[in-house]
């Protein structure tokens, strides 16, 4: 069963504009992940944020968690062509017993 | 490094023949995982082991059996290939001590094609 929904499934924006994602999930977690996934290759993790963690930044990523109300935003800023890519939302929740909760991903796409 | 390696890249079987995913990582990583990833949706784990000669079941470990017999390798075997099989399958490893879980990191994947 899938812990994470990413909203929307589809963004599309042009080259410069910011791109956000949301990740919502269902029960209590340790932490929160987000990778990229080019088309066709493995994917890449981005960022992590702990369940004591309200936002994080990594060069043009911003990423918060909100506990109360189970969900996530990754926040790209000043989008570039290259950041084309499907987005996921993965979670380490409490009772995962070692596994990672994925999401369906976000297709970002990135208008020259 | 190479990192997170996978054979064969693209694989096209018969239904009820047998095949052996391999996975190696050069990252000393205890943990390591086999996923399979489905159009329009999220990784769904098969297997995964969390050091060497251990395995457990994951969320679709059903038509699936693996083996950890080196720290290195992740082997993910299909003993009868069904068409439900076809997808793209993804080995992942991470560093672990504690928990809560550590990045992943990822293979560059295999597709599988049943017919």
């Known amino acids: 069963s899938q812990q994470g929904e990413e909203d929307p499934q589809a963004l599309s924006i042009q080259e410069g504009e910011n791109a956000t994602m949301n990740c919502s999930y269902k029960?209590?977690?340790?932490?929160l992940q987000w990778y990229r996934q080019n088309s066709g290759r493995g994917l890449v993790h981005l960022i992590l944020?702990?369940?004591n963690e309200r936002e994080k930044h990594s060069g043009r990523l911003r990423v918060t968690l909100d506990t109360s109300k189970k969900s996530s935003s990754l926040l790209i800023t000043a989008s570039r062509a290259a950041d084309t890519a499907s987005y996921f939302c993965?979670?380490?929740?409490?009772?995962?017993?070692?596994?990672?909760?994925w999401g369906a991903g976000t297709k970002l796409i990135i208008k020259p | 490094n190479a990192g997170v390696t996978q054979t064969p890249k693209f694989r096209v079987l018969k239904t009820g023949q047998s095949m052996t995913l391999l996975c190696a990582q050069d990252m000393n990583h205890e943990y390591m995982y086999w996923y399979r990833q489905d159009p329009g949706m999220g990784l769904r784990l098969i297997h995964y082991?969390?050091?060497?000669?251990?395995?457990a079941k994951g969320e679709v470990p059903d038509g699936y059996n693996v083996s950890r017999l080196k720290k290195q390798n992740f082997l993910l075997g299909l003993e009868s290939a069904a068409p439900s099989q076809t997808s793209v399958y993804f080995c992942?490893?991470?560093?672990?001590?504690?928990?809560?879980?550590?990045?992943?990191?990822f293979g560059p994947g295999t597709r599988l094609t049943v017919l």
């Open positions: 082991s969390v050091g060497e000669g251990t395995t």
């Open positions: 992942a490893s991470s560093r672990q001590g504690p928990l809560p879980l550590n990045e992943q990191f």
């Open positions: 944020i702990r369940s």
């Open positions: 993965a979670t380490d929740a409490e009772d995962s017993n070692y596994q990672l909760i």
């Open positions: 029960t209590s977690i340790n932490n």
